[in-house]
């Protein structure tokens, strides 16, 4: 069974994070919120307060085999300052690991300089930060190991990709059909 960690940060949209721990938990998949701070406390970008799976546990986080990044503000820029998301990701990078991001985390990664000749995608108008990559405007592009969505219209369709590439794609379908997205 697949193992994906959802790192959550103060000022995340909530939607983009749980619309995706919600499908991939459906599709059976091991999926844990981990928190970036010491607290399993977590409020959202909406005031939405709630409690991640995990505080941040750096040797647990090394475990997974996908890591997502949810967007929202100020979510993306406490994900990117933190010294702990930033280690696991280019772990994930090095390990050849998935890593997702979805509306502005994708940033996180181009401002890391992983996405170098790669395609992705992001929140419109935050293109900017996807330094070096090919920006696309499909709702999820997919490129390698390397998986972004733009937003929280479309979180659902990132969800199913994700469920396509750790599961399957009929799987996906399945679980598309049953929520009747």
């Keep these: 069974m697949s193992r994906v960690f959802v790192m959550l940060a103060d000022g995340f949209e909530e939607c983009e994070g749980l619309i995706v721990v919600d499908l991939l938990r459906r599709a059976g998949v091991d999926c844990i919120t981990m928190s970036i701070k010491d607290s399993k406390e977590i409020t959202s970008s909406h005031k939405v307060t709630?409690?991640?799976?995990?505080?941040?546990?750096?040797?647990?986080?090394?475990?997974?085999?996908?890591?997502?990044?949810?967007?929202?503000?100020?979510?993306?820029?406490?994900?990117?300052?933190?010294?702990?998301?930033?280690?696991?990701?280019?772990?994930?990078?090095?390990?050849?690991?998935?890593?997702?991001?979805?509306?502005a985390a994708p940033t996180v990664f181009g401002h890391m300089g992983l996405l170098q000749g790669k395609k992705a995608c992001c929140y419109g108008g935050m293109e900017e930060g996807l330094v070096g990559a090919e920006v696309t405007y499909d709702?999820?592009?997919?490129?390698?190991?390397?998986?972004?969505?733009?937003?929280?219209?479309?979180?659902?369709?990132?969800?199913?990709?994700?469920?396509?590439?750790?599961?399957?794609?009929?799987?996906?379908?399945?679980?598309?059909?049953?929520?009747?997205?």
């Design 139 to 181: 709702k999820v592009t997919i490129d390698g190991k390397i998986i972004t969505s733009r937003g929280l219209g479309t979180a659902l369709d990132f969800g199913y990709a994700l469920i396509g590439i750790l599961n399957s794609e009929a799987q996906a379908m399945e679980i598309k059909a049953k929520i009747m997205a």
């Design 50 to 103: 709630l409690f991640a799976d995990e505080a941040l546990d750096e040797e647990l986080l090394k475990t997974g085999d996908m890591i997502v990044l949810p967007g929202g503000m100020p979510g993306t820029l406490n994900l990117e300052a933190s010294d702990a998301v930033q280690a696991a990701v280019r772990d994930y990078v090095a390990k050849d690991k998935y890593i997702a991001a979805i509306c």
